[in-house]
């Protein structure tokens, strides 16, 4: 189905849980979160069930994403039923890596087509901060998994912040020359969890052409420019939401684990599909997607995103 302004939407990123086994500086307060009961999340079967009238819509690709998709119980068993749904072509997750290794084999065999693993730095000590929570060695061992199940092709999701990652861009670049995987360098979003975040954390993506001027450009791939290096067998993506706007192109529809569809990630738009089936829900979809802005108000350091509620929630 096409939204108001021509865009095709074909994507739709469904954020199982807003719970998380890490507390990521930009995304969740050290504390946790508190705010939904376990009666307030949709069940698999209702979430299936979205995904399923969201495919007789046009809805191709299901990205699976949260908080931690692998801390929902029963996850295989949605990854099945989407994976079957008439319609979808692909199932994606994006995950921290930390549990991947114990669920790669099965999440292959239910029907999951290939990960994004999140990793931000490639120093232990500096993960065990910026995470709160985390462990490096098992996001390593997350990524060995994926590979060895065929998730692939891989991306590796590496948010940009200014002092504290930036001087690891060539060491983190440095996998796809090695490795057939895309590094994607994000660029830090001001959602409520990043307000910690001063000017300096603010990293344009040009800084990873600056730093690496051995980087040719390749194509255009969704949201991310690719590059890589003339002797690398994976690629370099930059992804721009602050710098460049990608608006234009957005395919996207989002679903959260307590059942709001957000036509935008950054306004507060939200349609409830709670309660909804058949063609109720049908409409729903239809008017989530109809309700796509042409584009969301300028983001910056001092202009925060109007998404109302933390990335952990959503599901980036
Ligand atoms: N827990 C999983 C993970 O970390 O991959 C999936 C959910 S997480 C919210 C999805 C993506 O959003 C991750 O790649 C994460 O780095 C990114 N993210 C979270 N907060 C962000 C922010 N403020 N700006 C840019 N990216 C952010
Ligand atoms: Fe958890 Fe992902 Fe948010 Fe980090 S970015 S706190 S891993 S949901």
Redesign the pocket.
Known sequence: MEDTYARPIDYLRL?VTDR?N?R?Q??MPAEGITKLAHSDLLTLEEMAEVVAAAASLGIRKVRI?????LVRLGLPSLVAAISHTKGIEEVAM????SLLSAFAEELKAAGLDRV???L?TLQPEKFARMTRLGTLSDVFDGIRAAFAAGLTPLKL???LLGGVNDEEIPALAELSRRYPLEVRF??????L??SGFGREAYLPCRTVLDRLPALLPDKESGVAQLYRFPDGVGRVGLIS?LSHHFCSRCNKLRLTADGHLKPCLHSQEEISVRGLHGDDLIAALQTAITHKPREHGALSWTEPSEAGR???E???
């Open positions: 954020s998380c890490y990521c930009y995304c994403t949260g908080g931690e998709p994006t995950t921290n890596g994004n693993i999140s931000d999701n590496v948010v994000i660029e830090l979003m001001p959602m969890g990043a939401p933390r990335m952990n959503i599901g980036g």
